[in-house]
């Protein structure tokens, strides 16, 4: 799949970088929180509905979804309320699958979606346990418009949920270890993908740190997560530069026939980013998509005795390695090597 990526979506970088024009795209995440319509809590046809509305309303090309029951649940929502558009993820028979959604007179699937890290671990406090719970989720994808790919990477993180755990603390400092983890997890996944590529989906935490790549997120006093004000959903991007287009924005998604006073549900928001300044008159509020404090929370590596800095999985990494931030290896002066072309 490396060969796949390096010979074509390489290509695409090469074009962007010489044309200079934005994509005219819009992609989005959307946590919809146990997506059923059968069974336990199911969601009704006019919950669909009213799901489907707020899916076109947001003019999304593509969505990263989380917390989906299976491929039934999403032929049954197509055909029967998105008409024209196309899904596909990873049934694993449970709850909370993750899948990607897409307009069909915008974009094409070309590649995927792949599952990765199924089946890893991770190491707490002497033991090893089941890393995700939720695969990661990758899929390469044509721009029709524009006639370039595009690659998005669907997450999910561990949440930090405590309920009956008798150990809260414990199981504080084992929720931030799972997501540290899932987060260098994913940062090898993104150091082995070329061209323009996406990190998109339920990061769990108002500060994602380690990544090796910026994050884009809603603006102050605006929550994906409105039920605790919380910022938990997230966009990064590697292998595309920023551009004065683009605008990231909020579209409340909460169905009210199954919300109440103190619960929203679905209880994530959709965030969306634009590449075109495409921003609908239903979003909440835009702004202009400025990283996360980027350099601050990426995450790249040194050597004891070289002067430069690396990606996670870097050969020069092989006898020494340290963590730092991207901030502080520019401020000290280390430059990018030039095999591995870290972050810059």
Same mark, same amino acid.
């Given at each position: 799949?490396?060969?796949?990526?390096?010979?074509?979506?390489?290509?695409?970088?090469?074009?962007? &970088?010489?044309?200079?024009?934005?994509?005219?795209?819009?992609?989005?995440?959307?946590?919809?929180?146990?997506?059923?319509?059968?069974?336990?809590?199911?969601?009704?046809?006019? !919950?669909? @509905?009213?799901?489907?509305?707020?899916?076109?309303?947001?003019?999304?090309?593509?969505?990263?979804?989380?917390?989906? +029951?299976g491929?039934?649940?999403?032929?049954y929502?197509?055909?029967?309320? %998105?008409?024209?558009?196309?899904?596909?993820? /990873?049934?694993?028979?449970?709850?909370?699958?993750?899948?990607?959604?897409?307009?069909?007179?915008?974009?094409?699937?070309?590649? *995927?979606?792949?599952?990765? *890290?199924?089946?890893?671990?991770?190491?707490f406090?002497?033991? @090893?346990?089941?890393?995700n719970?939720?695969?990661?989720?990758?899929?390469?994808?044509? !721009?029709?418009?524009?006639?370039?790919?595009?690659?998005?990477?669907?997450?999910? &993180?561990?949440?930090?949920?405590?309920?009956?755990?008798?150990?809260? !603390?414990?199981?504080?400092?084992?929720?931030?270890?799972?997501?540290?983890?899932?987060? +260098?997890?994913?940062? =090898?996944?993104?150091?082995? &993908?070329?061209?323009?590529?996406?990190i998109?989906g339920d990061f769990?935490?108002?500060?994602?740190?380690?990544?090796?790549?910026?994050?884009? *997120?809603?603006?102050?006093?605006?929550?994906?997560y409105? /039920?605790?004000?919380?910022?938990?959903?997230?966009?990064?991007?590697e292998? $595309?530069?920023?551009?004065?287009?683009?605008?990231?924005?909020?579209?409340?998604a909460?169905?009210?026939?199954? @919300?109440?006073?103190?619960?929203?549900?679905?209880?994530?928001?959709?965030v969306?980013?634009?590449?075109?300044?495409?921003?609908?008159?239903?979003? $909440? =509020?835009?702004?202009?998509?400025?990283?996360?404090?980027?350099?601050?929370?990426?995450?790249?590596?040194?050597?004891k005795?070289?002067?430069?800095?690396h990606s996670?999985?870097?050969?020069?990494?092989?006898?020494?390695?340290?963590?730092?931030? %991207?901030?502080?290896?520019?401020?000290?002066?280390?430059?990018?090597?030039? =095999?591995?072309?870290?972050?810059?």
């Open positions: 799949m490396r060969k796949f990526f390096s010979t074509t979506a390489s290509v695409v970088l090469a074009l962007l &970088l010489i044309v200079g024009q934005a994509m005219a795209l819009t992609i989005g995440t959307f946590n919809i929180e146990y997506f059923n319509v059968s069974g336990k809590k199911a969601y009704s046809p006019e !919950d669909c @509905s009213h799901l489907a509305k707020t899916i076109l309303s947001s003019k999304a090309d593509v969505l990263a979804l989380q917390e989906i +029951e491929d039934a649940t999403m032929r929502f197509l055909t029967k309320f %998105l008409p024209g558009w196309s899904a596909k993820g /990873n049934d694993t028979g449970g709850r909370q699958d993750l899948y990607f959604l897409w307009n069909s007179d915008t974009v094409e699937l070309i590649d *995927g979606p792949y599952i990765y *890290g199924a089946n890893s671990s991770f190491r406090e002497g033991k @090893s346990y089941k890393l719970d939720r695969p990661n989720l990758v899929a390469t994808f044509l !721009d029709k418009e524009k006639d370039r790919r595009f690659t998005m990477v669907n997450v999910h &993180l561990k949440s930090q949920s405590t309920r009956g755990k008798d150990d809260s !603390d414990k199981a504080d400092r084992y929720n931030d270890a799972k997501r540290q983890a899932q987060i +260098e997890g994913i940062n =090898k996944i993104v150091s082995s &993908l070329k061209g323009p590529v996406f998109l769990n935490t108002d500060d994602p740190k380690g990544t090796s790549f910026p994050l884009l *997120g809603l603006s102050k006093g605006q929550y994906s409105d /039920n605790k004000k919380s910022n938990l959903d997230y966009i990064g991007y292998g $595309i530069e920023t551009d004065p287009s683009w605008a990231i924005y909020e579209i409340e909460a169905i009210p026939k199954r @919300s109440t006073k103190s619960a929203q549900h679905p209880d994530h928001d959709m969306i980013l634009t590449l075109d300044v495409n921003v609908p008159k239903v979003a $909440i =509020k835009s702004t202009k998509a400025e990283s996360k404090e980027a350099t601050k929370n990426i995450t790249v590596f040194v050597t005795t070289g002067k430069s800095y996670d999985g870097c050969s020069s990494l092989n006898k020494s390695k340290i963590a730092i931030s %991207l901030e502080e290896a520019k401020s000290k002066g280390y430059t990018p090597c030039g =095999k591995c072309n870290p972050p810059r």
